[in-house]
């Protein structure tokens, strides 16, 4: 099983950036799909989630600003994130569970300079 972030970088306030999880191993329609962040000296936190039905949830800091979305047909998961802040500069981290099965990436850095 393999969850692979990508997208992550060095983005200005205000600014945009998309981060994928591509999946591999894992019977990717069946799982929730959750995006996560952890900054140093923090517990990770939830940022997104997506059910198999492609119900939505967001924390209340990224309501309105973020977009988890997935594509079964290439079994990846995506977060738009938008006018981003300088505190959502953290890892992030890309999370499947189905059932008895929870699955993490490595994580990938997102910063956001003032």
């Known amino acids: 099983v393999q969850l692979v972030e990508s997208g992550g970088g060095l983005v200005q306030a205000g600014g945009s950036l998309t981060l994928s999880c591509a999946t591999t191993?894992?019977?990717?329609?069946?799982?929730?799909m959750g995006w996560y962040r952890q900054v140093p000296g923090k517990e990770r936190e939830p940022v997104a989630d997506?059910?198999?039905?492609?119900?939505?949830n967001y924390s209340e800091s990224a309501e309105g600003r973020f977009t988890i979305s997935r594509d079964n047909t290439v079994n990846t998961v995506y977060l738009q994130m938008n006018n981003l802040k300088p505190e959502d500069t953290a890892v992030y981290f890309c999370?499947?569970?189905?059932?008895?099965?929870?699955?993490w990436g490595q994580g990938i850095q997102v910063t956001v300079s003032s």
């Open positions: 191993g894992i019977s990717f329609r069946d799982y929730r």
């Open positions: 999370r499947a569970t189905w059932v008895v099965w929870d699955y």
């Open positions: 997506i059910t198999r039905g492609a119900m939505t």
